[in-house]
């Protein structure tokens, strides 16, 4: 089969063009700002990519479009449509279909599916447990919405487990977003992954350009919760639950027809004792298991015990799931180091400035990866937030008030304001000094340079590119600056 994808160039849909190709078929693709390292990856499969959204691609004549969320049946200013192949394939009547939809029809049947929902820490908690199994010997396929660095890829389909593996079936790990599947399937995508094992790692409001508020996207969540299976001769499926949130609790009173598990809270069923660096499992009060590991912030402690519970249900012991995630390495991302390097201008035996690159990108990822940072460093250390309210959520200003709330852990943060239709002078006034503001990138990294100190922990925070700040900050922080010398100077 040839398939021609629009929006290739986006996660999950990157991901599933590789899986396709994986599976032999024939697969082209086109977007907008087709750059590395996604276009190289893909090329590197043999998938060719087209620019742009050109009605001319109708020629190609595959033998189903598959079509991306970006894609809309938007029009320009002077009248003209956004995306003219989509218009082309309706006009035509070419067949097309959603990503998930296909997804779940050439990849997910015959398979045990274990989806990772949340708001938050749905690729990380994705890649953990897709190492769990592998180190298991499950050979799990996956797609994770990032690049796992324990993998050599995003998505595969999966191998052959090893003879002593006790899967029932095929095991597939997929990260289960609730953001709308296609213009006309407004269903969130994991409604069509059917899952028999099932994360739901947190529930929050985001997605304001799709949600109208919480009681909205709970909604879709009962939808997914309706789709495990319950107790039957292939195996029950099971449910495994943030015990911490109340969204989530409203979710399941609503219904659930599944196993159960819960973790988080004190009289969940999963629980840890320690620091999130180093800390005992316990299943209803009894351990099982010390993860060891170099991540931090308790939203990994919490992502390490949903992993855990699920890898058990497909018959993973805790132990083993330890000893797996003592050796992971994250999500590129994830509280990245990006580098460390001396401040130039000042004495060589001063401490290094050390830049981070995190995707957090809602106020509530925003706080807990200051939080990990901050219970990572210490009272002492100074830390740099900066960051970019980029979401299209965000851009509308629907969660503006929590801001200073999230940023509280730093010393100082600096927002990049370019293209929001809000102010964000006016947002961050409660944190006073603590506030810098700029509307260009060039300016923010200015900023930050008049200001960064020895040993500062400098932690970039977006969900795009950010403009390469974060090597710019590295690249221009090992420059002689005589404003800082004297600065230092007045300083000692």
């Not at 590789?18 to 693709?29: I, K, M, P, S, W």
Request: proline letters at 5%; one cysteine or more; charged letters at 20%.
């Amino acid at each position: 089969m040839h398939i021609h994808i629009l929006g290739i160039c986006g996660t999950f849909m990157g991901g599933l063009a590789a899986l396709a190709r994986e599976q032999g078929h024939t697969v082209t693709g086109c977007d907008t700002g087709v750059y590395p390292p996604m276009s190289d990856q893909l090329r590197a499969l043999g998938i060719d990519l087209i620019e742009g959204y050109g009605a001319d691609q109708l020629e190609l004549r595959p033998d189903l479009f598959v079509v991306g969320n970006v894609v809309s049946r938007a029009v320009l200013a002077d009248g003209s449509p956004r995306y003219p192949l989509m218009e082309a394939i309706l006009d035509a009547g070419a067949p097309y279909t959603s990503g998930p939809q296909w997804l779940a029809e050439h990849v997910l049947q015959g398979r045990h599916v274990l989806a990772v929902a949340g708001t938050h820490g749905k690729t990380t908690t994705t890649a953990m447990l897709a190492w769990i199994l592998e180190c298991a010997g499950l050979a799990p396929g996956f797609l994770i919405g990032g690049v796992a660095m324990n993998f050599s890829a995003s998505a595969r389909l999966g191998g052959s487990p090893t003879p002593t593996a006790q899967a029932r079936k095929p095991l597939f790990v997929i990260e289960a977003d609730e953001y709308d599947t296609a213009f006309f399937d407004k269903r969130s995508k994991f409604v069509h992954y059917r899952p028999r094992t099932a994360i739901l790692n947190n529930l929050e409001f985001d997605h304001a350009d799709i949600f109208d508020d919480l009681a909205d996207i709970e909604r879709q969540f009962r939808h997914l919760v309706r789709m495990v299976p319950g107790t039957g001769p292939h195996g029950s499926g099971r449910i495994i639950v943030n015990g911490l949130e109340e969204s989530l609790a409203r979710v399941m009173a609503a219904g659930c027809w599944s196993e159960q598990r819960s973790f988080g809270a004190a009289v969940s069923d999963y629980t840890a004792e320690g620091e999130p660096d180093r800390f005992e499992v316990l299943r209803h009060g009894t351990p099982l298991a010390t993860v060891c590991w170099g991540l931090s912030g308790r939203h990994n402690q919490l992502n390490a015990l949903a992993a855990i519970a699920a890898a058990e249900h497909v018959g993973v012991e805790p132990a083993v799931a330890a000893q797996a995630l003592a050796r992971f390495d994250n999500v590129r991302r994830r509280m990245e180091l990006r580098g460390s390097v001396p401040l130039a201008g000042v004495p060589a035996s001063s401490a290094p400035v050390t830049v981070y690159d995190d995707f957090a990108h809602h106020p509530t990822a925003i706080h807990t990866t200051l939080e990990g940072l901050r219970r990572k460093v210490g009272p002492s250390v100074r830390i740099l937030a900066v960051f970019e309210p980029r979401t299209n959520t965000m851009k509308l200003g629907a969660m503006k008030a929590q801001l200073p709330w999230a940023l509280a852990s730093a010393d100082l943060a600096f927002c990049h304001a370019g293209g929001l239709g809000w102010d964000a002078r006016e947002v961050l006034a409660p944190l006073g000094d603590k506030a810098r503001v700029a509307d260009d990138i060039g300016a923010v990294l200015e900023q930050v340079l008049a200001e960064v100190r020895p040993g500062d922990q400098i932690l970039c925070m977006s969900n795009g590119g950010f403009g390469g700040i974060h090597q710019k900050l590295l690249a221009r922080l090992q420059q002689v600056v005589p404003e800082r010398q004297h600065a230092w100077a007045a300083a000692a």
